[in-house]
């Protein structure tokens, strides 16, 4: 769904004045005071508040009706009806309604609808650089033009696929002698990307990782890195993650820790993998910097269940 002019639907709470619009027709008793302006009673497009009302009034409106906001994600709102569950996601004036009651779905539309000029793209397709495509084994998620985009940006359409997103035993973490970058924005960039590539690209959750390790002072040799990490992705374009239809809803975290493995710092490394019917939805490296087993475990068993609670709806 989309909403039309979302931002001119916030309401302002405070005073806010605007010079007075060119072709606007002054009433003749106010023609003769300088340097007039207007009072601005609802949000217009460019104001700095614009966003911040729009969300608040669409906060109040779901939240009247039932709907709760989750403390892991503020954009997604959940109302659970008995045994039926709509599920709301927006993002600026982008929303996505999915539910397990069609009937309880159309209702919330039709509430949408009396405050707000809404516009029915019908089911869901693409939604922020995710396509989304449903079959009888169930819905498929991938990121095929989002990656397109980036080999596009980066030239490397005649590029040589690569069959591995980063080489096992690579010296990234331990290499100065690499030349410093002289456009660290452009790395940045592209870093930022695959690590919402990592989505529905779960196998290069590694390599991106350690890639984001040198953001604030990347070499020549991390950029070599990511380059090589788009060359996998163009080997792996049109993989993603299948939702199945035919398999319980369950979700299993699974940890492993190696202490001194960290190249770097010599501390103990964890890996945390999570995933959800046998998709894995997360995997993040940590370092612990202590290795005393007692405290080392249970920093390990809280950073499972803080990790966990983000795929876990209503919380």
């Not at 106010?30 to 949000?43: G, Q, T």
């Not at 906001?69 to 929303?95: C, E, G, P, R």
């Not at 996998?232 to 493995?261: E, M, P, V």
Request: charged share 15%; proline share 5%.
């Amino acid at each position: 769904m989309d909403v039309t002019n979302a931002f001119l639907h916030g309401e302002l709470h405070e005073e806010v004045y605007m010079s007075i619009p060119p072709g606007t027709v002054v009433p003749p008793q106010f023609a003769h005071i300088p340097n007039l302006v207007c009072k601005l009673v609802k949000s217009l497009y460019g104001l700095r508040q614009a966003p911040r009302e729009w969300f608040l009034k669409f906060c109040t409106v779901l939240i009247q009706y039932g709907f709760k906001q989750t403390h892991t994600d503020h954009s997604l709102f959940v109302l659970k009806v008995n045994n039926s569950m709509v599920a709301v996601l927006v993002y600026v004036d982008d929303i996505l309604v999915t539910g397990n009651d069609l009937k309880l779905i159309n209702t919330v539309k039709a509430h949408l609808a009396k405050h707000f000029l809404i516009k029915d793209l019908g089911p869901l397709h693409y939604f922020l650089g995710i396509e989304a495509a449903r079959s009888s084994a169930g819905i498929f998620l991938n990121q095929r033009k989002y990656t397109l985009d980036i080999i596009k940006d980066l030239k490397f359409e005649n590029a040589k696929p690569s069959l591995i997103p980063m080489e096992q035993h690579h010296t990234l973490l331990s290499n100065t002698t690499s030349p410093l970058l002289d456009n660290i924005t452009s790395y940045r960039q592209l870093v930022g990307r695959l690590i919402y590539l990592t989505i529905t690209c779960p196998d290069i959750s590694y390599p991106v990782h350690i890639l984001s390790q040198f953001l604030s002072a990347p070499r020549a040799c991390h950029l070599d890195a990511a380059y090589k990490v788009v060359r996998y992705l163009k080997h792996t374009i049109g993989q993603g993650i299948l939702l199945s239809a035919h398999s319980s809803l369950s979700l299993t975290a699974f940890a492993d820790a190696d202490s001194g493995a960290c190249p770097q710092t010599h501390q103990s490394l964890t890996d945390i993998a999570i995933l959800f019917n046998s998709i894995q939805l997360n995997n993040k490296n940590i370092i612990i910097r202590s290795y005393s087993p007692p405290h080392h475990y249970k920093s390990l068993h809280e950073r499972i269940i803080y990790e966990s609670s983000f795929f876990r709806i209503g919380i």
